[in-house]
Each structure stands twice: as C-alpha cells, then as structure tokens.
C-alpha cells in the first residue's frame, strides 16, 4: 500500500556501499526520487571503488565514501567515530538502507535521520533499526525488491527502471573502429567464472570476430587471433566505455554483466552456472540468459531455471560465439539502417 508523503525531504540519504552489481541495481530507485522530487538533495553512502559510477548521475548530488578497509583494527575504530560524525552533521530527513545489514543499519539511524527506511528481507538484525520496512519477497528480482521502497514514499514504480549511467571514456590504445563483442569471464563467486577452455572455444565460435576480454581476474593465456586481453587494464568508467560500444555481450554471472545489461539490455547474455537468474540475473526481459545449455529470453524464465546448473561444455561455448556474431550482425545492420542515431 502506497504511503502518503505530507512533506517532501530536502535532504535523503541512500545506504548501499557496495557491491558493484547490487549498486547499479539501486539506481533506478535514485531515478524515481529525482523524478519525483528533483529538488532534493541526495547523497549517496558508497564504497569509494563505485564512486566514478553514481556521482554523474543528476539525482546524486554528493556522495559519501566509506572506505571500509581504514576502519579496520583499533586505529580503525578511532577514525570510524570521526566519519559517522559527519553523516550526523549533515542532518538528513530520510535514510534509506538498501544493504540491509547490520552496518548500513546502523549507519542510517546514527545519520540522525527522522525516518529511517528499509526492506522486509534485511539480514543480521537490521530490520531492529528501520523505522519503517517495505515488504518484498525474497525470491523477486534485486531491482523489483529495491523498487519497493517507493511504496512507502508515496512514489509510484516505474513501468521501466531507469539507469542514468556515465558515458565512460575508452582507454588509450583500445580502437573502436573495428566492431567487437565482449566476453566477460570473471566472477568473485565461487564457481561462476569461465575457465580459459571456455573463453577459447566462444572465440572459435566467434572468429574471425573481434573479441575483446574485460574484467579482473586470472589473465596471460594465449588466446587465439581474434582475441584482444583487457584484463585488469581497465578502470570503472573504461569498462563502461567498452560495454557501450560492444556490438554483443557475453558475461557471467557478475557486477560487469549487470552493467552491461543496463547498458545494453538486448545486447547481453548472462551464463548462469549456478545462482539464479529469476532473482540476480539481467533485469530486462529483452536480455537472453545461458543456464543447463538452455537460452532463454528473460521474459520466457520461469521456476525450471532456478536449479542448480552446471558449466557450458567447449561445444556449447561455441555456439555462444556463433550466437554473438549473429547477434553483432543484427545489431550493426540496425544502427547503419539509423545513420541519424548515434552509435554507442
């Protein structure tokens, strides 16, 4: 049930210091604030890894960084006090906790915020110090439970989420002349990344199609010719300049994979190997998802893809290259039949 908002606040701060994928999740929240009340100002508590990522969106007018690493040890207490002193400083009318633990908790109600917001499904006790939880249901989608803070501010859900992201800059030396796809193999899950035995056969499959591999992870194999390594040579807004001008995406299941799929929702194939693409794959239902050697569109998934998976066998990586030329075709035929848009 919607809650009615008699005054709107003036300042609101949003708890979600991390990780990458779960920040890009929020950000349609961030959205539906700013539409709804674009005068207010909102800051954003935030890991300083993801920084370069929220502070150009127009709703974000200041972020404050938690830098979790100083705050360790004893010393790391002692400057923890000086920090949450600024959060009370700032003085704001509304906390919103989107972790939905323990910390991010305790952040919100030491901000001194009057009306502290957060989710049904907080974890380590948290729920104790939201003055106010929206209910959600465990199994739903990141976005979809985020969203449901709106409920309770009075503001209506968007038909569509909105991620307001950066353009990004490309690194020196990287060419977007020639069109390429991406192959993002790396995950901190265990055993949600793609062994180097996969990534070749999906450039087989792809030749003699520019691939290009981003992400940070295990890298100084001898790929085959059509292959470029990106590997841990890229910052935050780099990747985002490579996911915008990919012609197809392949991930796994990670922070960069749900960039890229708000980035380019109908460009993008998630590979699931175990987690659940229902509740943190892409969000769109146009994006396509690899689970069991079964591709879907994420409108078509139901229950059946939530079991447990397995990896995809060498073949099957291939098909996936020959998917993503396919798929790259399809999609430079679409921009050159549109001169007048530009290509991203």
Not at 23 to 36: D, L, Q, R, T, Y
Not at 54 to 60: L, Q, S, T, W
Not at 74 to 80: D, F, K, N, Q, T
Request: proline share 7%; net charge positive; hydrophobic share 40%.
């Amino acid at each position: 049930m919607m809650k009615e908002i008699t005054k709107a606040p003036g300042r609101i701060l949003l708890v979600k210091p991390s990780s990458l994928g779960d920040v890009i999740h929020a950000f349609p929240v961030v959205s539906a604030i700013h539409c709804h009340w674009p005068e207010a100002e909102l800051r954003w508590l935030i890991h300083p890894a993801w920084r370069s990522l929220v502070e150009h969106h127009p709703g974000i007018s200041g972020t404050v960084l938690f830098p979790r690493e100083k705050f360790r040890g004893l010393g790391g207490w002692i400057r923890s006090l000086a920090w949450l002193k600024t959060l009370s400083d700032w003085k704001p009318d509304l906390a919103i906790d989107l972790q939905g633990l323990l910390r991010s908790a305790l952040f919100a109600r030491l901000s001194g915020a009057p009306r502290v917001v957060g989710l049904s499904d907080a974890r380590e006790g948290a729920r104790l110090l939201h003055g106010e939880r929206a209910i959600v249901n465990r199994a739903d989608h990141a976005v979809s439970r985020y969203l449901s803070v709106l409920d309770l501010l009075g503001i209506t859900r968007p038909a569509r989420p909105a991620f307001e992201l950066p353009e990004g800059r490309l690194p020196e030396g990287f060419s977007s002349e020639q069109p390429y796809v991406v192959m993002h193999p790396y995950s901190r899950g265990e055993g949600k990344s793609l062994t180097p035995e996969m990534i070749r056969a999906f450039a087989t499959g792809a030749s003699p199609l520019r691939v290009v591999i981003v992400g940070r992870g295990d890298s100084g194999n001898k790929w085959p010719q059509n292959v470029e390594d990106w590997s841990n040579r890229t910052d935050l807004l780099e990747l985002t300049a490579i996911l915008r001008g990919a012609t197809f995406i392949v991930s796994s299941d990670s922070g960069p994979m749900h960039l890229a799929a708000a980035l380019h929702p109908e460009r993008t194939l998630a590979i699931h190997l175990w987690s659940d693409p229902l509740k943190v794959g892409p969000c769109f239902p146009e994006s396509l998802v690899w689970k069991n050697g079964r591709i879907s569109r994420v409108a078509e998934l139901d229950d059946s893809w939530r079991a447990e998976g397995r990896a995809p066998s060498a073949i099957e990586m291939e098909e996936l290259g020959r998917l993503a030329v396919a798929k790259s075709m399809k999609s430079e035929g679409s921009l050159m039949a549109k001169p007048s848009v530009t290509s991203v």
